[in-house]
């Protein structure tokens, strides 16, 4: 278990460069295996999802090969379609194999994904669209299935999951079919396994858009490709500026990407410049509540910032209201904020927590505990804002998704350091 240590109560300032992103290299991975060659994705995060997604892609039969921030994955040949549980257990995304060994291989064999602290996470969403393509599974302790021919199909999916798109996209890109998919997740993470495809050859329309085409087509050929950089990583670093009163410039990110953020951030009262690829916000003036602000499927506000958006408001001027609709157990912060003393009340029922703003000297350290990726990274911006020392428990949560926070807090002139506890 590794622990976090911040000494809080500086405003936080500087230049940071954005990894890339962690939600776009994990199905960016996953769609290599459809590629009978070499991959190379450049600018891949450095962190222990995609350690364990290559791990993954090693034990089916790849050849992968780290060179710092690029990735080099050959899928000549694969040697298995089943992933162990072992692998898969570590971390949810595992499920994107599906699409992509069906679309490889016709079969795979995945253990069912289980839940996760923020959510049951099922994955019904998923089976009923590829079954809707041909596809046979059995569900048990795995997923056994198979598909021998992709069939041309209509699909309208009952929820945007992003997941599910993808794995639909994974197992159709690669075949005779045509498959029209409505009420499709936008996300930028499925614009951009769009987009990599196609630079791969394939002929899919509409990404990013609420309704995708994917024309089939008989073999992908070998790419080298640019990740983009992690816009939720982009906004907990503007978070950390927001919440300690500072300034930042977030360098290498499409703002556009995260409108429905910064929007938010200038509706508390920070100054945000927004350029072609870079973000600058400023709180020298602190911040006020915001009286509501409800997480959407993009371009709504998206769920991965209510943690942080949460830990930023503890300090504001006034009160907040923020709810919660796409997963139904995103509290975990909250609940640990409350032993830092913040104002926080959680009304479960309806998905909804109230922040009473305090004054900074009201607050006191303590010993937190993360409780997941993005709640753990909210409880170090929570840690910042407090004065004195506090520690944050169960980092290895938050070293799934980024991969150096105590540097990217150094460079903003913070105080903190990492200690592992056998
Ligand atoms: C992706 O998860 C992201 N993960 C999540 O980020 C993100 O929060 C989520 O999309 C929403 O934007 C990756 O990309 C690896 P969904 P995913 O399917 O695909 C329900 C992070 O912190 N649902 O859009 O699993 C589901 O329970 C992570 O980086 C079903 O009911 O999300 C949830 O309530 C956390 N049945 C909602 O839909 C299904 O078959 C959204 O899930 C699938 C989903």
Known sequence: MSSLIITGGVPLSGEVKVQGSKNAALPLLAASLLIKGTTILEHCPDISD???????????????????????IDAQILKQTSVSRKEAEKMRSSISLLGALLGRASQARIPLPGGCSIGKRPVDIHLAALRSLGAEIEEKEELYARLKKCESKEIRFPYPSVGAVQNVILASVVSEAVVVMKNCAREPEVEELCTFLNQAGANIQGGGTDTIIVYGVKELREIRYTIRSDRIAAGTFLAMAAATKGSVTIQGINPFELSAVTEVFAKIGCHVKLYT???????????????????????????????QVISTLICAKGNSVIRETVFENRFGAAIELQKIKADIRIN???????????????LCPAVLQAPDLRGGAALVIAALIVEGTSTIKHMEYVERGYENISGVIHTLGGICCRENEI
Do not use: N, W
Not at 50 to 72: F, N, P, Q, S
């Open 277 to 307: 690829d870079a973000i600058c916000l400023e709180a020298y003036k602190g911040i006020r509540g915001i009286p509501f602000l409800k997480t959407m499927p993009y371009p709504g506000f998206p769920t991965d910032m209510q943690s």
């Open 348 to 362: 479960k029922r309806d998905q909804l927590v109230v922040i009473h703003g305090r004054d900074k000297r009201c």
């Open 50 to 72: 995609v350690a364990c997604m290559l791990d993954i892609l090693k034990a089916v039969g790849c050849t992968v090969l780290r060179e710092e921030e690029t990735i080099i």
